[in-house]
């Protein structure tokens, strides 16, 4: 079975500040690795994923997130944050081969950015 | 248009109703989840329909059932609602066998039971 840790449940950060998302997984086979973002009142939209290849992957927004096997983790970056990315972001995961966990997502609790100006 | 509608947004309720809420989409996907967000505790998958004809339970489906009516319907009932289902339901769909499991999600329906 698969789970999805994010470290934090809410972040503060000023405006223009680096900000780190942390997300550990854990599962028994091979996975994808998502980030979602929701804005108030509006459902999931995705940011970025990762499927293969670069384990540093760049999404909408300027996020990125680097998949490191190893300590099984997907960190969400942004060198510098904007007001406009107050929201909450979630990490999932879904396993990548065939099974019963296949193509299903698999969500961590959340983490609520705010960003103060 | 959205991909992904869910209908009703908003809805209270009172301990023993039925509720349905209902998801069409126009996205041309074969699968359909129903999940459902509390605070704290993310998103949990509740059913999930891979076709018109296969219908599986998630990890919380006590308490719910859904109908696949279409490729493009798929609903969720609440035979008997309870306060603990007050919760923010999402439906999503992804595309065939063999994608990534990228969800695509509709703008969810904030169900109160009172």
């Known amino acids: 079975a698969q789970s999805v840790t994010q470290l934090d449940s809410q972040v503060p950060v000023f405006e223009e500040a680096p900000v780190e998302l942390r997300c550990n997984y854990s599962?028994?086979?091979?996975?994808?690795l998502f980030w979602y973002v929701q804005y108030p009142n509006q459902g999931l939209q995705l940011l970025l994923k990762y499927l293969s290849g670069s384990t540093l992957v760049k999404g909408i927004n300027g996020f990125e997130a680097e998949f490191n096997k190893s300590q099984t983790s997907f960190h969400l970056r942004k060198p510098s944050v904007h007001i406009s990315d107050t929201a909450e972001y979630f990490c999932?995961?879904?396993?990548?081969?065939?099974?019963?966990?296949?193509?299903?997502?698999?969500f961590g609790q959340g983490t609520i950015l705010t960003v103060h100006p | 248009d959205a991909d992904v509608t869910q209908t009703p947004r908003n809805r209270i309720t009172k301990t023993g109703k039925r509720i349905m809420l209902e998801c069409s989409q126009t996205k041309g996907h074969d699968r359909m989840y129903w999940y459902r967000q509390d605070p704290g505790l993310g998103l949990r998958l509740i059913y999930y329909?891979?076709?018109?004809?296969?219908?599986n339970k998630g990890e919380i489906s006590d308490g719910y059932s859904v109908s696949r009516q279409a490729q493009a319907k798929f609903s969720l009932s609440l035979e008997s609602a309870i306060p603990n289902q007050t919760a923010l339901y999402f439906c999503a769909t992804s595309g065939i066998a063999g994608a990534s499991g990228e969800l695509f999600f509709g703008e969810g329906s904030r169900l109160t039971v009172l």
């Open positions: 329909s891979f076709d018109v004809k296969d219908i």
């Open positions: 599962s028994s086979v091979s996975v994808y």
């Open positions: 999932a995961v879904s396993d990548s081969i065939g099974g019963t966990s296949y193509g299903k997502l698999t």
